[in-house]
């Protein structure tokens, strides 16, 4: 058979037809595919965009509640050091007033041993 041939070239682009027809419908599946995997993969990066977000938000906050903890314990600590000075402050005055009460009690103590010891000879 000879490309003069209208059978024959009618035969060959009928098999020429059916080849685009195969090489088309594979293509569109192809793309309808590629299609459908690419709005999966979009899908999925907006899943992981709003998890990052997320993420990111949660680490701030942590951030801030890290700093505004260490700041807290700054001034939770310097409040417990001026306690302390005040407390070791009071614990000297208390001291001191009770070093003065027993020297005063040991005063009216040696008072009173006199007193009874006159009060014994009047007698």
Known sequence: MSLDDPRFLIRLLLELEDE????????????????????S?????EVERRDDNIAINRFESDQYTTQKTHEDLADLRQ???EAREST??????????????????????????LAEAWLIQAK
Do not use: F, G, P, Y
């Open 88 to 113: 070791l402050m009071t614990l000297k005055a208390a001291q001191n007033v009770l070093e003065r009460a027993r020297n005063e009690l040991q005063k009216w103590q040696n008072e009173l041993a």
């Open 79 to 81: 409040r417990c050091e």
């Open 20 to 39: 685009l027809n195969k090489w088309s419908h594979a293509a569109n599946v192809l793309r309808e595919d590629a299609t459908r995997d690419q709005l």
């Open 41 to 45: 993969v979009a899908n999925l990066v």
